[in-house]
C-alpha cells in the first residue's frame, strides 16, 4: 500500500477551502496551517499562465525529516505516511529546518505539526477532509497499489510533475498540470 495525492492545477481555484478544513478537522492554532495555497506566474505578459496549487507534506519516500529526528518522534506508518507522535516530540526543530517544502511547524503546545493525510478519517473509510470538502474537485487521494483507486485513476490519463524532486526526497504529491 502507497497512499498518496494528485492535485489537478488546471481545476484549483484557490478558494482555500482545503485550508479551513484541515484547520477545523485538526484543530490547527489560529496563525498555522497544514496546507496552504501557492500561486506561481509563469511567462511575461500578455502571455501569462498562473497555476494555483493546494500544498501540504509530500509523505516523501525518502524523507529528511524522518531521518533527523533525534527521538524518533517522526517516522513513517504502513502506507508510507509520515507522522509525528507528539509526545515524543522535544520540539527541537530539526525536522522543520530538513524539509524542503515547509511542511512543517512548531505547535504552540511545544511540538512539531504537519499533515497527516487525515489518517484518522482515512481508518474509518472516510477520505481526508481537504479532499472531502474541495469543491471543484480537484484533489484525489488514495492508494498508488491499487489501480482502481481515485489518485492511480487521476494519474492514468493526465501529466504530472513533484514538487522539488532535485531534493531527492520522492514526494508523494503528484501535481496534474
Ligand atoms: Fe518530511 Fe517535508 Fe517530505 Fe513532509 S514534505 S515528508 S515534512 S521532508
Ligand atoms: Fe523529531 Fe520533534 Fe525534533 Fe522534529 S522537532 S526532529 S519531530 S524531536
Ligand atoms: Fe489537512 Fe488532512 Fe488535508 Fe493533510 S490530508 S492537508 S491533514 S485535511
Sequence with gaps: MRYAMAVDTRKCVGCSDC?????TENNVPIGFCRDWITETVDGTYPNV?????????????????????????????EGGVVL??????IGCGACIQSCPYDARYSHPDGYVDKCTFCM????????????DVCPTKCLYFGDLDDPNSDVSNALRNRKYK???????TKPQIYFLT
Excluded at 54 to 67: A, G, I, Q, Y
Design 84 to 89: 509525528v507522535t507528539h509526545d515524543e516530540c
Design 49 to 77: 499562465e498562473i497555476e494555483l496549487r493546494s500544498e501540504r507534506c509530500n509523505h516523501c519516500d525518502n524523507s529528511p525529516c524522518v531521518r533527523c529526528c533525534p527521538t524518533g518522534a517522526s517516522h513513517i506508518v
Design 162 to 168: 513533484v514538487l522539488a524532486p532535485e531534493a531527492g
Design 120 to 131: 484518522h478519517r482515512v481508518e474509518k473509510g472516510q477520505k481526508p477532509a481537504c479532499v
Design 19 to 23: 485550508v479551513v478544513a484541515c484547520q
